[in-house]
């Protein structure tokens, strides 16, 4: 199957900036939107970024201007570079791509990460 293993999160302070990144590996034959979402503790998940195979990309109003999202398609990896955070950043952050296996070529299904945590404090 595929895994989705994100890291980089972690404690910084209001006005710091932090490098999430998404490894995906499994039996992948190729990997189409990519994006990042968040929780934050009482709320629902929300988009934060998104990416496209041929590297368009979408930015939640919340964070235009201050995040980045990248790919390596080469690595299959995501990245989030975050800049210019803010309390209300806070939350878990999770990797999401659509990915179409050896076995399923032709099909995209959608995986998660696990999920890694940023805390901005202020």
């Known amino acids: 199957q595929v895994q989705l293993v994100e890291s980089g999160g972690g404690l910084v302070q209001a006005g710091g900036s932090l490098r999430l990144s998404c490894a995906a590996s499994g039996s992948i034959f190729s990997i189409n939107n990519m994006g990042w979402y968040r929780q934050a503790p009482g709320k629902e998940r929300e988009l934060v970024a998104g990416?496209?195979?041929?590297?368009?990309?979408k930015y939640a109003d919340s964070v235009k201007g201050r995040f980045t999202i990248s790919r390596n398609n080469a690595q299959n990896r995501l990245y989030l570079q975050m800049n210019s955070l803010k309390p209300e950043d806070t939350a878990a952050y999770y990797c999401?791509?659509?990915?179409?296996?050896?076995?399923?070529?032709?099909?995209?299904?959608?995986?998660w990460g696990k999920g890694t945590l940023v805390t901005v404090s202020s």
């Open positions: 990416i496209t195979s041929g590297g368009s990309t």
């Open positions: 999401n791509a659509v990915v179409a296996t050896m076995g399923w070529p032709n099909y995209g299904m959608g995986y």
